[in-house]
């Protein structure tokens, strides 16, 4: 059951921060070259998709990651018998700060999927006066700006808690000397 669950919350951890990365270094500025008319309709793919990706993927850690602790485990991959548990303090230190960013990272990817997203696709009407046409199209430009720092500091916080788990992890492994 342990190789099970290690093996699932590493799958869902390395989607969910492959499509972080995707996101950043190969969708953004690839952004850049394609006309606005597609761009547009591009986002609005991507951002669908990757909404549900992301947080099915964020599911699949907290699932795992939770029936790994209620088998009483502190690491999620096998761990060297020789080397002694990690202090209660250091492992409660560890799983509090691991779930200040899981929830970060949902919290993200919700205000980019349900908030900021649709309103980066709002279109006015088409009798809509001009100064109602100005007011939409700089919501619209708020909501993609605001986006774009979103999906930094998501890859931020994704790269830390990866960090985090790997230096928690790695004396029990044996890594550190």
Known sequence: MRVVLGFLFTLAWVVYLGGALAMELVWRPVQRDVPPSQTGAMCQWMGRRYRWIGLGALGLVAVTWSGWRALGSTVLVASSPDIPAPPPAAVGWSVATTVACWGTLVALVLAMGVLLHPRSHARWRAGADSATAAAA????????????????????VALSATALVLVSAGPRLGWAA
């Open 137 to 156: 199209r700089r919501r619209r430009l708020r909501a993609i700006r605001v986006m774009g720092v979103l999906l930094r500091v998501e890859l931020a």
